[in-house]
């Protein structure tokens, strides 16, 4: 059972995250593909750049939304953390990944938020404490989303969580950070975007 429930957990956590917000708000709004505009990415940040600030919220909450309904519904195929943990790292390969989008989605950093947020809510408020510090005195989404989530298992570590959530939260940081490698590369050679208030 515990194979088939880890099995389940994944699936439907992928299934959930592959639904991209950005791409339908981009179709329904504009006759877009969000895609094809601004970063490239499906998420709130290049949704506020094409599509505009309401948009652009109802695609951060439904990317956020994603990751705490995927840890539920592992919780409630497993009974327990690791279905749970699984359910929300697959949640993130699926908004990256997106299987009815041809593999091609975002970045993973809200999803992970809202995985964090249903795993260790404390913890996220550290993550968003962070964030919101950095995009105020820098103007980088981007660099915010890589120092809040550098934070989350330095956070779930100093707040003594149960294995399952350290080991998730050091292998999404890990896979967030590493999804922002283009941005990291713009950050170093001072040619990445600042947000405009």
Do not use: Q
Request: glycine residues 14%; positive net charge.
């Amino acid at each position: 059972m515990t194979v088939l429930a880890w099995l389940l957990s994944a699936i439907s956590g992928y299934l959930i995250g592959s639904v991209s917000f950005g791409i339908i708000a981009g179709k329904i709004l504009r006759g877009i593909d969000i895609r094809d505009y601004g970063s490239g990415n499906t998420g709130g940040t290049n949704a506020l750049r094409v599509l505009g600030k309401k948009p652009a919220a109802a695609v951060l909450a439904g990317d956020v939304l994603k990751g705490v309904a995927s840890v539920a519904a592992g919780f409630c195929i497993g009974g327990d953390m690791s279905c749970a943990v699984l359910g929300g790292f697959a949640a993130i390969a699926g908004h990256t990944y997106p299987l009815y989008f041809g593999f091609r989605g975002g970045k993973g950093a809200a999803t992970g938020f809202g995985v964090i947020l249903a795993l260790a809510p404390d913890a996220t408020i550290i993550a968003l404490a962070v964030f919101v510090v950095t995009v105020v005195v820098t103007r980088y989404v981007s660099l915010g989303s890589i120092l809040g989530a550098v934070s989350v298992p330095l956070s779930v570590f100093m707040l003594d969580k149960p294995r399952p959530i350290l080991l998730f939260s050091i292998c999404a940081a890990s896979f967030v950070i590493y999804r922002h490698r283009s941005n990291i590369l713009r950050l170093y050679r001072g040619e990445e975007n600042k947000l405009r208030w």
